[in-house]
């Protein structure tokens, strides 16, 4: 734990310190940890000795996950979703389940895994997290409707796709264990306390029996999550759901609580999330990659190039975005930290497949962060030389958009309703 500990206070150092480079260059911190940690593990120079069952790996994921699905329910409140609901509802509503059904074929016929075991793999892996391409979703100059489109996708899915992570495991567990009762329990029972735990903490911030001081405003939303987390685990409701139906509901129903919290609440779950990134390439030893075959690689390579890329052109077809805008779409669905978490409740729950399971899942991630992480720069640079445009060709632009769908596009600032929220500056 120490030793641990000082690694992590280290690389934390490290990437403050070249935290600017990152956002003008190919170098991420999420890639750094995630090299940091391999380096530092049993499999190279032995410092940071972890194993996938020990309790501070599951520990800190969960913690971590459940502060991610927390922020990211906070990007997807009621009027983020109705200012600009079309785009992000064909990733959503085609392009998850047909990456899904892609992955799952994949996963049958080059790795041979059954059928339920398959459909399980490819429910982990499809999340997708915004932060390896942090220069897209933080570039003003890419168009705001792409930066959205990714912002409320990777922000919905990781909830989106929990209840088939778990269904699929129960199942895979066998006839014996699949209790669909309790199973649907806990996950409304989770969903039940996200909502009503701050439904009820909004209400009563605005009686006149409560005032909150401005110093202690991104509190407010902090002190939500953790009593949402606190009766979730006394009541065992599913967390994962808990923290994301109570990030959405504070979105909609407190928006101060919300802006407040935006900073403070990006920073603490990117801490986190860095952990255990660091704590996850420690498990990624020699051994562990060698463990994988030629199939196994095979496998995470087609889940990355072929599997969301074709899913996007499907669902994408005829819906204005421009072929770069399309294009930087089916690429930048980055494996990200929700497919973390949900391949080590995978290894836990000691389904016979579970440890090929998460060697798949564990190479498939590493591939991924090293690939979208480093490529998001060049892409972003590409719409930085599409926007430098004539100064009247704004004004062309501006008067064809009205004669498109609205909803294909964010609002323009000044228009009657507010434009969404930007997506944050995150953390590279």
Known sequence: MT?????????LLLAVLVSNLAHRTVLSTAALFLVGGFLLGDGVTGLVSLQPGEPIVSELSELALFAVLFTDGMHAGWQDLRSAWRLP????????????????VFARYVVGLDWVESLLIAAVLTPTDPVFAAALVGNDKVPPRLRHLLNV????????VLPF???FLALAKGSGDLHLGELGGELAAGVAIGVAIPWAAIALERTRLFAISPKYEPLNATAIGLLVLAVAQATHGNLFLAAFAAGVTVASLGERSRESFAEFGELVAELLKLAALLVFGALLSPAFLGDVGWTGWAFAVLALV???????????????????????MMWFGPKGFA??????????SGITEGDHIFHLVGVTIALSILAHSSTDIVVARGFDEEREVPAWF??????????????????????????????PDRPR
């Open 3 to 11: 030793n641990l500990l000082l690694a992590f206070s280290v690389m």
């Open 153 to 160: 996708e990777s922000g919905v899915n990781d909830g989106l």
């Open 394 to 423: 704004g004004t062309v632009r501006t008067l064809g958009r009205r004669h498109q769908d609205e909803d294909d596009d964010p609002p323009e600032p000044g228009g009657d309703d507010p434009p969404p929220d930007p997506a």
């Open 165 to 167: 992570v778990v269904l």
């Open 306 to 328: 072929v599997a969301r890329p074709a899913a996007i052109w499907v669902s994408f077809l005829r819906s204005r975005l421009t072929a770069r805008e399309q294009g930087a």
């Open 339 to 348: 497919s973390v978490v949900y391949g080590l409740l995978v290894l836990e």
């Open 89 to 104: 509802g064909r990733a959503l509503g085609w392009g998850l389940p047909l990456t899904l059904l892609l992955t799952a």
